[in-house]
């Protein structure tokens, strides 16, 4: 069973603080996905990595996969109010349906 | 692309009664999927759709959920005889047929089972 395993769960820091997040599995996968969910709303999609290794930003976001695909890291800088969210990691399941398997998300609160 | 978009935004009903939750996917995606997330949780996948094929249930879509695709196009997920457990966010996401599975999802509707 492929899962994916965020920490932490629960974040609260002051605006301007660094802070990373992290996706673990014990299971290779063929690509992720970052998502952002505001209450209410759906998740959307920040980033996909597909290479071992690989590194995207976007803006004060970094985003790195594992060299073996089985981990992922987001990185924000200087966080702002506006970061705050649920951040989700996923990947696709084993039956090729293209089917996203979730980690239990990262809360996210940036006090200003 | 104008976005996946789900209707009802909300739904309460009281138990036992029957409840439809309709999606519209980006016009171009073949690929259709249903999840249900609780709260604090990550979405859980309960279905996919691959133009108007259904290719896979989650053992999660008990016998009281049905989902269709007439068309090909919009989709729609009916929950029978619901009862409070079925209280969730609804989230329907589509994506292309081809790429590294990168799937946009819609606003959601919250379902509330009293």
């Known amino acids: 069973t492929q899962l994916l395993e965020q920490s932490p769960q629960f974040l609260s820091i002051q605006e301007g603080e660094n802070l990373t997040v992290y996706c673990n599995s014990s299971?290779?996968?063929?690509?992720l996905q970052w998502y952002r969910q505001e209450p209410g709303e759906g998740p959307v999609l920040l980033v996909t990595v597909v290479t071992g290794g690989e590194v995207k930003k976007l803006k004060r976001l970094t985003f790195q996969f594992g060299d073996a695909r089985k981990d992922s890291s987001l990185h924000i800088t200087a966080a702002q109010p506006g970061d705050t969210g649920l951040y989700l990691c996923?990947?696709?399941?084993?039956?090729?349906?293209?089917?996203?398997?979730f980690g239990q998300g990262t809360t996210l609160q940036v006090k200003p | 692309d104008t976005g996946v978009s789900q209707d009802p935004r909300h739904k309460i009903t009281k138990r036992g009664q029957n409840v439809t939750f309709r999606c519209d996917p980006i016009s171009e995606h073949n690929r259709l999927y249903w999840y249900r997330q609780t709260l604090g949780q990550g979405p859980e996948f309960l279905t996919y759709?691959?133009?108007?094929?259904?290719?896979?249930k989650s053992r999660l879509l008990s016998d009281r959920f049905s989902a269709e695709r007439p068309k090909g196009s919009f989709s729609t997920l009916e929950i029978q005889r619901t009862e409070q457990g079925d209280s969730a966010m609804y989230l329907c996401a589509s994506s292309r047929r081809t790429g590294p599975y990168e799937q946009y999802f819609g606003p959601g509707t919250r379902l509330t089972v009293t």
């Open positions: 996923a990947g696709p399941g084993s039956s090729n349906t293209g089917k996203l398997i």
């Open positions: 759709f691959q133009n108007e094929a259904q290719l896979e």
């Open positions: 299971s290779v996968f063929s690509s």
